[in-house]
Nanobody, 124 residues
């Protein structure tokens, strides 16, 4: 059974940084195509970053130049480094995974495994 667990969320002031982690179990992480998503109250879940099993990355325009996705297959872990955080980045952040290569990695539909989420709050 595949399980994804996020950690590293918290509260920071505008301009600060956080690093999120997503630990995978029940499957070898190197087989997975993975992504980061976020959802604010009253908003739809949106794609933030995708990272394929070969390390190829895709970013939403809103986070390009500020967020960096990476993976450590030896540790079965996915990371999201978030710099220059803004209040509009406030949301619940989720990691997701699929065994199938995602043609559109920032869409929700390709992913069939999801973590429980970790809260990120950015104040002015």
């Amino acid at each position: 059974q595949v399980q994804l667990v996020e950690s590293g969320g918290g509260s920071v002031q505008s301009g600060g940084s956080l690093r999120l982690s997503c630990a995978a179990s029940g499957i070898t992480a190197s087989r997975l195509h993975m992504g980061w998503f976020r959802q604010a109250p009253g908003k739809e879940r949106e794609g933030v970053a995708g990272i394929d099993n070969d390390g190829q990355t895709t970013y939403a325009d809103s986070v390009k130049g500020r967020f960096t996705a990476s993976r450590d297959n030896a540790k079965n872990t996915l990371y999201l480094q978030m710099n220059s955080l803004k209040p509009e980045d406030t949301a619940m952040y989720y990691c997701a995974a699929t065994l199938w290569r995602a043609h559109l990695p920032l869409r929700v539909t390709p992913y069939n495994y999801w973590g429980q989420g970790t809260q990120v709050t950015v104040s002015s």
